[in-house]
Nanobody
Framework: QVQLVESGGGLVQAGGSLRLSCAAS????????MGWFRQTPGKEREFVGG????????YYGEFVKGRFTISRDNAKNTVYLQMNSLKPEDPAVYYC?????????????????WGQGTQVTVSS
């Protein structure tokens, strides 16, 4: 069973950048499709994007519009979410998730393992 730990969240000014990391342990990262999600209180969890096992294919939520990039380093068992041009509507707890299999889904219920989340705050 894989354990996921996110890091890199914090406070950033609007227009700024953050890079989130998701470190996997207890399993081989390359065995999992990885996704990033976010959630704010009172709202449904939202798909940010995901990356296939080899890293050769990514898919993003519509709101991303080229601002975020997901990458992975399987040798380090780590997945990254580079967030640029952060907006006041981007604050949330950001979660990474792992899915057994090779297909990439945007639905959270398709993922098997979740991290504890990291808070992102954007000041205007």
């Amino acid at each position: 069973q894989v354990q996921l730990v996110e890091s890199g969240g914090g406070l950033v000014q609007a227009g700024g950048s953050l890079r989130l990391s998701c470190a996997a342990s207890g399993g081989t990262c390359s065995s999992y499709v990885m996704g990033w999600f976010r959630q704010t209180p009172g709202k449904e969890r939202e798909f940010v994007g995901g990356i296939k096992r080899s890293g050769d294919s990514t898919y993003y939520g519509e709101f991303v519009k080229g601002r975020f990039t997901i990458s992975r380093d399987n040798a380090k068992n780590t997945v990254y979410l580079q967030m640029n041009s952060l907006k006041p509507e981007d604050p949330a707890v950001y979660y990474c998730a792992a899915r057994v299999g090779r297909l990439l889904f945007s639905q959270g219920d398709q993922y098997d393992y979740w991290g504890q989340g990291t808070q992102v705050t954007v000041s205007s």
